[in-house]
C-alpha cells in the first residue's frame, strides 16, 4: 500500500520570500514521486519528478524537491516567491501502477 | 497539439440521470485515466486504461463505466447520477506508463453537480 501526507494544508508567504511544503510518503515498494500544480480552475502541471536517479531534482519555475528515504520526504522548495505562484500543490506517489495523490497544500502569496 | 481535452466543461445532472464524460487526447498514449476530485482532497483513481480494448478498476470505481475503443478517447459513464457524485472529473494520458514514472498530462476537468 501508499500514501502521502502533505504535512500544511495551507502555506502564506510573502513575495520574494522561501517556500517550503512539506510532503512524506509510505510505500512499499521504490516509488516514483512527483510534485504537481492546479492553478485556479486549471489541470494539473507537472513540476516535477522523482524517478531513482539524483536525489535533488529540479523543476520548472525555480522549484526544486529534494528525496530523503532515510525521512521518507519528498519537500518542495523554492528560494524566492512570486506572486504566479499562488495555487494549490499536489504530491503524488507512484508505486504499484496506482497513483496516490496528497490532499493537496493551499499556497497565498502576499504582495 | 490540443493534448488532453474534455467536454462538457460543467454539467448539471438530477438524481438517477446518466451521462457520458468524453476525454480525448491526441498524443498517441497508450495510458489513460479518471479522476475525481472533491473539495479540498487530492484525486482519487476511479478508472483507467493500459490501451485500447483494457481498463480496469482505481480506488473508487463504484458509479461509473469506462470503455477504450480507440487509443485516442476514454469516455466515462455515470449511469444513475448520485449526489455522491458532485465532482470534479480530471482525465488523464501517459506514457510509458505509471510503473516508468512518465508524467501525467491532464485536461481542464468537468464540473459535475448532482440535484
Known amino acids: 500500500a501508499q500514501s502521502v501526507t502533505q504535512l500544511d494544508s495551507h502555506v502564506s508567504v510573502s513575495e520574494g520570500t522561501p517556500v517550503l511544503l512539506r510532503c512524506n510518503y509510505s510505500?512499499?515498494?521504490?516509488?516514483?514521486l512527483f510534485w504537481y500544480v492546479q492553478h485556479p480552475n486549471k489541470g494539473l502541471q507537472l513540476l516535477l519528478k522523482?524517478?531513482?536517479?539524483?536525489?535533488l531534482v529540479k523543476g520548472i519555475n525555480g522549484f526544486e524537491a529534494e528525496f530523503k528515504k532515510s525521512e521518507t520526504s519528498f519537500h518542495l522548495t523554492k528560494p524566492s516567491a512570486h506572486m504566479s505562484d499562488a495555487a494549490e500543490y499536489f504530491c503524488?506517489?507512484?508505486?504499484?501502477?496506482?497513483?496516490?495523490f496528497g490532499a493537496g497544500t493551499t499556497v497565498t502569496v502576499r504582495a | 497539439n490540443a493534448g488532453v481535452t474534455q467536454t462538457p466543461k460543467f454539467r448539471i445532472l438530477k438524481i438517477g440521470q446518466s451521462m457520458t464524460l468524453q476525454c480525448t487526447q491526441d498524443m498517441n498514449h497508450n495510458y489513460m485515466y479518471w479522476y475525481r476530485q472533491d473539495p479540498g482532497m487530492g484525486l482519487k483513481l476511479i478508472y483507467y486504461s493500459v490501451g485500447a480494448g483494457i481498463t480496469d478498476k482505481g480506488e473508487v470505481p463504484n458509479g461509473y463505466n469506462v470503455s477504450r475503443s480507440t487509443t485516442e478517447d476514454f469516455p466515462l459513464r455515470l449511469e444513475l447520477a448520485a449526489p455522491s457524485q458532485t465532482s470534479v472529473y480530471f482525465c488523464?494520458?501517459?506514457?510509458?506508463?505509471?510503473?516508468?514514472?512518465?508524467?501525467?498530462?491532464f485536461g481542464p476537468g468537468t464540473r459535475l453537480t448532482v440535484l
Open positions: 488523464a494520458s501517459s506514457t510509458p506508463g505509471l510503473a516508468g514514472g512518465g508524467e501525467q498530462f
Open positions: 503524488v506517489v507512484n508505486a504499484d501502477y496506482k497513483l496516490s
Open positions: 522523482y524517478t531513482s536517479a539524483a536525489t
Open positions: 510505500s512499499s515498494y521504490s516509488p516514483s
